[in-house]
């Protein structure tokens, strides 16, 4: 079975800990789209591990993990990872794999990646680490792949610095890389996770462009990283926080504003830890956007969703979500393509009670406040899709799951 886990919103929605959780039942682990630019955070027995690279499941001793055909690989950052991990007792070594059409970073795409976002009409407000140059390249049919660093005929033709940086890589990467396509065909019968990177709302098509990402981060990436059809992809889970966030430029409707809002946003921030695992950055932060959710859960057929840091609202005595946007004096419930439309909008909010206790001890659906119920109803309601999983808390066991999940829909 194949179960895909992507982001419901910008990402850094908390899809770290929720693959780290569904991987305990996972045969195989695959993180199947783009780079170095991700990052997930994994909290297990009071240790943290920060991932960018390298597939939540590493922290399971015996799971396998694949980085796959979609990522963009940068090998330096790669083995420093892999080296992180072994400070905090990590025994990677045979575990790790990489399929060999993954197309590979190298260091001068950084600079150019920089400089080109600066020269942007509409700068992106890019992490710097190479991550665009390596897609565009890639579609210019002018990228480099793993599989390409093995053939002479391509390696004798980069540069001397290019050859430079990879020599020391070559022999550690070989080892480690795989035709994933041949290596799935005779695991399909396997319990199989396929992790997304960013989020829905920052995907190359379906997102706010051009403030995206480079690559598919919505589900049927899945398929494209992992080498298989569409019809192989059983179950999808969406995970999205009980609040907004973004990183970087680009429109969010659903912004506080602090002549409107107060200091909620510092507050929620706060609380919520919002800042970049990558970066640092802190990270811009709004009210819940249902109207983007809806969307979300559309263009991905999602099966269910996955709701995060609910615990922020915790002590709050009301919170409020978004319900649809004013546009020029008109509402409307569909998310537009329109960038100019999305900066105009107005967001129409609705108010929930707070349920004033903690819910980081809750272990059932059951536990949550009344208060706490309606609020998650009502978000299944708008969205059409049912919360199968409710995370109360940053470690593994507060992990609410009302479904069995490994099971096809």
Not at 67 to 88: H, K, N, T, Y
Not at 301 to 326: P, Q, R
């Amino acid at each position: 079975m194949n179960l895909v886990v992507i982001g419901a919103q910008w990402g850094d929605e908390g899809k770290g800990k929720i693959v780290d959780y569904l991987a305990k039942d996972a045969d195989l682990i695959i993180r199947f789209s783009g780079g170095a630019n991700a990052g997930h955070t994994v909290v297990a027995e009071g240790t943290t591990y920060k991932l960018h690279l390298i597939p939540s499941g590493i922290i399971y001793p015996e799971k396998k993990v694949i980085l796959g055909a979609a990522m963009v690989i940068d090998p330096e950052a790669m083995f420093s990872e892999l080296s992180m991990l072994e400070s905090q007792n990590i025994d990677w070594k045979g575990r790790v794999l990489i399929s060999d059409r993954a197309h590979i970073v190298l260091p001068s795409y950084k600079a150019r990646d920089i400089e080109m976002d600066k020269q942007k009409k509409r700068p992106i407000g890019t992490t710097g680490r190479g991550i665009g140059i390596t897609y565009a390249l890639k579609s210019h049919r002018d990228g480099l792949r793993i599989a390409d660093i093995f053939d002479e005929q391509f390696y004798d033709d980069l540069s001397a610095d290019d050859k430079a940086f990879l020599d020391p890589y070559k022999e550690r990467i070989r080892g480690m890389c795989i035709d994933i396509t041949s290596y799935l065909a005779d695991r399909l019968d396997e319990k199989i996770l396929l992790e997304g990177a960013q989020g829905t709302l920052l995907d190359i098509d379906h997102g706010t462009y051009p403030y995206v990402s480079s690559g598919c981060s919505i589900a049927v990436g899945a398929a494209l990283g992992a080498g298989i059809g569409p019809k192989k992809i059983d179950r999808i889970l969406g995970v999205f926080k009980a609040y907004s966030t973004r990183v970087g430029n680009g429109p969010f409707p659903s912004e506080f504003q602090d002549e409107r809002d107060g200091n909620l946003c510092q507050i929620v921030r706060d609380l919520g830890r919002e800042y970049g695992v990558t970066t640092g950055r802190p990270r811009r932060c709004g009210y819940l956007d249902l109207v983007a959710l809806k969307y979300a859960c559309r263009v991905n057929s999602m099966d269910s969703l996955v709701l995060t840091h609910i615990d922020v609202y915790d002590d709050f005595d009301s919170i409020s979500a978004c319900v649809g946007y004013e546009i020029d004096g008109k509402v409307t419930e569909n998310f537009p393509s329109s960038i100019s439309d999305l900066q105009k909008v107005k967001p129409v909010l609705k108010s929930f009670p707070g349920w004033k206790k903690s819910l980081s001890s809750c272990k059932t659906y059951d536990e949550l406040p009344g208060e706490t119920k309606n609020y998650l109803e009502f978000i299944e309601s708008y969205t059409e899709t049912p919360i199968d999983i409710v995370s109360v808390g940053y470690e593994r066991k507060q992990t609410i799951v009302r479904t069995e999940l490994w099971t096809r829909s």
